[in-house]
């Protein structure tokens, strides 16, 4: 089974410009979840795809930050225009129920953002 | 809402020595908790997760955390350190099996 995974690995663009980060989560997985890293401080959420509608958006930081998940396959993460704070590194995971564990996020390698 | 605070940014011990990572939680309601490991240049990666069916929790690797709700603790513990575990640990914590909110990570050397 294939894991998350996420594409690019890296990016580096300057303030003011457009990236869009992709996931695609592992096959099966109605649940889809954002999170970010920036140095030094925790891990946090950002949002939680249901197939394709969002469940959760508590955690955008704010509307330069735009989430889709079409068809409830990938999805999709544009930061526009970037500034220099959304430097971090951006995780995704996706969950399936398991009659052991229950519910199990599986994350993805991240992309590793840096606005300069 | 549910907080994680993890006591030690980085732990140092020697190769053969106990693993031991400090982790509580505040949580309103039962949580579920859980432990991540990040390998350098990995994703991370679950070592174990706590679901109230016992409060003892078995992992890969070696690895177990026991929940201690009076302490509101979840600690995780290795009886001895390979270099192979050199990476960073996350706990973190979870309410009706949903986002999960992290703590800060402890960075974890093995000293040869």
């Known amino acids: 089974e294939a894991g998350v995974t996420q594409f690019p690995s890296h990016s580096v663009i300057e303030k003011g410009q457009t990236v869009t980060l992709r996931c695609d989560p592992i096959?099966?997985?109605?649940?889809l979840y954002w999170y970010r890293r920036v140095m030094g401080k925790e891990i946090k959420f950002l949002l939680h795809?249901?197939?394709?509608?969002?469940?959760?958006e508590s955690g955008m930081p704010n509307n330069r930050f735009l989430a889709e998940r079409t068809g409830g396959t990938y999805s999709t993460l544009k930061v526009q225009p970037a500034e220099l704070e959304d430097s971090g590194v951006y995780f995704c995971?996706?969950?399936?129920?398991?009659?052991?564990?229950?519910?199990?996020?599986?994350f993805g390698p991240g992309t590793r953002l840096l606005v300069l | 809402a549910q907080s994680v605070t993890q006591l030690g940014s980085h732990v140092s011990v020697s190769e053969g020595a106990l693993v031991l990572l400090r982790c509580n939680y505040s949580?309103?309601?039962?949580?579920?908790l859980f432990w991540y490991v990040q390998y350098p240049n990995q994703g991370l990666q679950l070592l174990l997760k706590?679901?109230?069916?016992?409060?003892l929790v078995k992992g890969i690797n070696g690895f177990e955390a026991e929940f201690k709700k009076s302490e509101t603790s979840f600690h995780l513990t290795k009886p001895s350190a390979h270099m192979s575990d050199a990476a960073e640990y996350f706990c973190?914590?979870?309410?009706?099996?949903?986002?999960?909110?992290f703590g800060t990570g402890t960075r974890l050397t093995i000293i040869p």
């Open positions: 096959s099966g997985h109605d649940n």
């Open positions: 973190a914590v979870s309410v009706r099996d949903e986002k999960l909110t």
């Open positions: 706590y679901t109230s069916a016992a409060t």
């Open positions: 949580s309103s309601v039962p949580p579920y």
């Open positions: 795809f249901v197939k394709e509608s969002k469940q959760d």
């Open positions: 995971a996706s969950s399936r129920w398991d009659r052991a564990l229950g519910e199990t996020q599986y």
